[in-house]
């Protein structure tokens, strides 16, 4: 058994899960990449079933790349 603290909370992961919501909203990876609705609502649904400490948006970084 582990004792906490009470004067520390727990700390909670940050898992990267973008591309698990193309299962859970029954999408293309196409789709979701495309779809800034999509990916709301894909943040949405991971969020509802992982406790983490917070809820991150998919990345485009092909802006970026262009530049090189």
Do not use: Y
Request: hydrophobic share 45%; net charge positive; glycine share 2%.
């Amino acid at each position: 058994m582990v004792r906490r603290n009470p004067q520390f909370p727990c700390k909670k992961p940050m898992p990267i899960l973008s591309f698990p919501s193309v299962q859970l909203l029954g999408c293309t990876v196409q789709e979701l990449v495309s779809d800034s609705s999509l990916q709301a609502k894909g943040m949405k649904a991971i969020a509802d079933r992982v406790d983490a400490c917070a809820a991150v948006s998919m990345m485009d970084l092909s802006v970026e790349a262009q530049a090189f």
